[in-house]
């Protein structure tokens, strides 16, 4: 149940398509197996990947890289409104979203076409069109690398807040998630309101989770490229959030600005727009551009070296501060 490489290629674990190598690569393909194997200890660096859908390597990684192979998908509870579903952590995301939708549960249906595996999905708390990932998970198990204990994370334990997880701050590194327990409701229930979600969804005959899977599948490659065909990590920058009084300066400057207010009183502004204001789609690097359908996302125009896309990527930023004032911050994980 465990598979071990050594200088092990990870051209096949980035979906930017860059050429990288890890020290030491482990394949755990049950919790059992990777508690037996933790015990051993590890020395160096440690790294847990899933699909590698938001990784930039900027050299070889020196350490030991672990990826899981739990493809376990099993209902531990259900009534006559929701059902509680616990997922290995190497299923892919979309593969569970699609499970989901073939079995009328609703809930995750707008994450359809995300890149990368379900542990990632809570790591990352992934989300698209008004929906996150963390809206419906119920806990998140997990092993300690520095002792192999087994521990498990409830939904409060998880701190989950846009794009970000207990597993990115004091608890980053220190585990590997094995199961992610989600609880998705039998009742109907969607959430259009985002963007064109709603008029895409009523083309295609209504609200109905099929159709809404088919929506977001469909707007999803239109706007984004097919990272077999072109390297990219997905959106590479979060949208950045600023205080209403600097929103409204900005929407005032800028009438055609889109901006989302949020619940706390910020406002959620359009980083891709920003991106492409600074005229990013005009001026790509040799190896490295912003897709021309959505400034969001970089892409390795063939050939790209991590350094090379983490100096555009901070090309970028630096220009949408100087003319906006913003900061923007990666969403993209850099791995040095």
């Not at 899933?50 to 390597?57: C, K, P, R």
Request: hydrophobic share 45%; glycine share 10%.
């Amino acid at each position: 149940m465990i598979k071990e490489y050594n200088r092990y290629s990870l051209l096949p674990h980035n979906t930017f398509g860059i050429e990288a190598e890890a020290a030491h690569f482990v394949e755990f393909g049950s919790e059992d197996a990777l508690v037996s194997y933790l015990k051993n200890g590890i020395k160096g660096r440690t790294l847990v990947i899933g699909a590698g859908s938001n990784l930039v390597f900027v050299k070889d990684f020196d350490g030991t890289v672990f990826h899981s192979a739990i493809k376990d998908i099993e209902i531990v509870a259900e009534d006559d409104a929701s059902v509680l579903v616990r997922v290995g952590s190497g299923v892919v995301m979309d593969d569970f979203v699609a499970h989901c939708v073939e079995r009328g549960w609703y809930g995750i249906e707008n994450l359809s076409l995300i890149p990368g595996e379900v542990g990632a999905s809570a790591v990352q708390n992934v989300g698209a069109y008004g929906v996150e990932a963390g809206d419906f998970i119920e806990k998140v198990e997990a092993v300690r690398i520095a002792d192999a204990e087994k521990r498990v994370f409830m939904h409060d334990d998880c701190r989950f807040a846009y794009r970000y997880s207990v597993f990115k701050d004091e608890e980053c590194g220190k585990n590997i998630v094995t199961y992610v327990t989600y609880r998705l409701s039998k009742i109907p229930a969607f959430k259009l309101n985002y963007g064109a979600l709603q008029q895409h969804v009523e083309a295609l005959g209504g609200a109905a989770l099929e159709n809404v899977r088919r929506a977001v599948c469909e707007i999803r490659e239109a706007k984004l490229p097919n990272p077999a065909t072109v390297g990219s990590a997905g959106s590479f920058f979060m949208n950045p959030i600023v205080q209403a009084s600097d929103a409204a300066r900005l929407v005032g400057e800028y009438p055609l600005m889109p901006h989302y207010p949020q619940a706390d009183g910020r406002v959620k502004l359009s980083a891709g727009w920003l991106i492409e204001q600074c005229g990013w789609k005009d001026t790509p690097h040799e190896h490295v551009g912003v897709y021309r359908h959505q400034a969001l996302v970089v892409i390795n125009r063939g050939g790209a070296t991590g350094a090379e896309v983490l100096a555009f990527a901070n090309e970028i930023v630096a220009s949408v501060k100087e003319k906006f004032g913003v900061r923007l911050n990666m969403e993209a994980n850099i791995i040095e």
